[in-house]
């Protein structure tokens, strides 16, 4: 496996969208490539920096306000596309 | 130069937790949010027609939603004189009060250090992202802070799934290295 598509192994492993396969090859390059094992030290990092900050300060809609917006909005959308 | 295209059907799904969460960090009120995030989307429909597909969807949606943001502060200032006299203080609940003392944030409900560290993460993450190319800051946070699933973006912005880990994969690395200047 070469650095490039470990590099984007990794980028989905921090996204849990990496298949079993490709985490082994992952691995077994890790084991021999500093460069690559340094990217994904940094990789990892930066995914509980992201998440941190997100669970702390990243407000959502509730599902039922969402909902409501959703409905008020769709009425209005109706009017448009019928013209 | 690409042309954005519009589709107000995807508005909702799409862009109503950014805006909201955009709106909240400025506004501090969630219920004024929620107004402000509706009457953003209507306003957007209204005009959809000046859309001129220079800059994305949201990038438009958010220039009309700051416009909204601006025209609320205006409406609460002009209101500002009359606050002593309308005292409803205890009216609806416990919490509800119009004193300005009570919308502000509680500052001990946490950690001092905490809260401050968590703001300046907040704005070192927000400053690097800014530093992003347009469509590695738009992948990169719809996929990482809005957790999109991989193929709602892909269908979303029209690019395959190795292109978007591609983009995925720059917008990382120059996080990482701006964040390492600024945070590490």
Same mark, same amino acid.
């Not at chain 2, 937790?17 to 219920?31: A, E, G, K």
């Given at each position: 496996m070469p650095?490039?598509?470990?590099?984007?192994?990794?980028?989905?492993?921090?996204?849990?969208?990496?298949?079993?396969?490709?985490?082994?090859?992952?691995?077994?390059?890790?084991?021999?490539?500093k460069i690559c094992k340094q990217y994904t030290k940094n990789n990892v990092k930066l995914t509980k920096l992201i998440n941190a900050n997100r669970d702390e300060n990243f407000q959502r809609l509730d599902k039922q306000s969402k909902v409501k917006l959703k409905a008020t909005f769709d009425k209005e959308l109706a009017k448009y596309s019928n013209e | 130069m690409p042309t954005h295209k519009i589709n107000p059907n995807q508005w909702i799904n799409l862009y109503s937790d950014y805006l909201f969460n955009y709106t909240i960090s400025r506004v501090n009120d969630r !219920?004024?949010? *929620?107004?402000?995030?509706?009457? =953003?989307?209507?306003?957007?429909?209204?005009?959809?027609?000046?859309?001129?597909? $220079?800059a994305s969807e949201r990038t438009w949606l958010i220039s009309i939603l700051k416009r909204k943001?601006? !025209?609320?502060?205006?409406? =609460?200032?002009?209101?500002?004189? *009359? &606050? $002593?006299? +309308?005292?409803?203080?205890?009216?609806?609940? $416990?919490? $509800?009060? !119009?004193?300005? %003392?009570? +919308?502000?944030?509680?500052?001990?409900? *946490?950690? &001092?250090? !905490?809260?401050? %560290?968590?703001?300046?993460?907040?704005? &070192?993450?927000?400053?690097c992202l800014s530093k992003l190319p347009e469509k590695q800051a738009t992948v990169f946070e719809m996929k990482t802070i809005l957790e999109y699933e991989t193929e =709602?973006?892909?269908?979303?912005?029209?690019? =395959?799934?190795?292109?978007?880990?591609?983009?995925?994969?720059?917008?990382r690395t120059a996080m990482a290295s701006c964040l390492e200047k600024n945070w590490f």
């Amino acid at each position: 496996m070469p650095c490039t598509e470990a590099h984007i192994v990794c980028d989905k492993a921090q996204y849990n969208e990496a298949t079993l396969w490709e985490k082994v090859k992952m691995t077994m390059h890790l084991a021999m490539c500093k460069i690559c094992k340094q990217y994904t030290k940094n990789n990892v990092k930066l995914t509980k920096l992201i998440n941190a900050n997100r669970d702390e300060n990243f407000q959502r809609l509730d599902k039922q306000s969402k909902v409501k917006l959703k409905a008020t909005f769709d009425k209005e959308l109706a009017k448009y596309s019928n013209e | 130069m690409p042309t954005h295209k519009i589709n107000p059907n995807q508005w909702i799904n799409l862009y109503s937790d950014y805006l909201f969460n955009y709106t909240i960090s400025r506004v501090n009120d969630r !219920d004024m949010a *929620k107004d402000i995030v509706s009457d =953003t989307f209507l306003a957007g429909l209204k005009s959809m027609k000046n859309f001129k597909g $220079e800059a994305s969807e949201r990038t438009w949606l958010i220039s009309i939603l700051k416009r909204k943001i601006i !025209d609320h502060y205006r409406k =609460t200032n002009s209101k500002k004189g *009359k &606050a $002593e006299v +309308r005292m409803s203080y205890y009216s609806d609940s $416990e919490n $509800e009060g !119009d004193w300005l %003392e009570e +919308r502000v944030a509680d500052p001990f409900n *946490k950690n &001092a250090e !905490d809260t401050i %560290e968590n703001k300046e993460l907040a704005l &070192a993450i927000q400053s690097c992202l800014s530093k992003l190319p347009e469509k590695q800051a738009t992948v990169f946070e719809m996929k990482t802070i809005l957790e999109y699933e991989t193929e =709602t973006i892909c269908n979303e912005l029209n690019i =395959t799934a190795s292109n978007l880990w591609v983009i995925i994969h720059r917008a990382r690395t120059a996080m990482a290295s701006c964040l390492e200047k600024n945070w590490f």
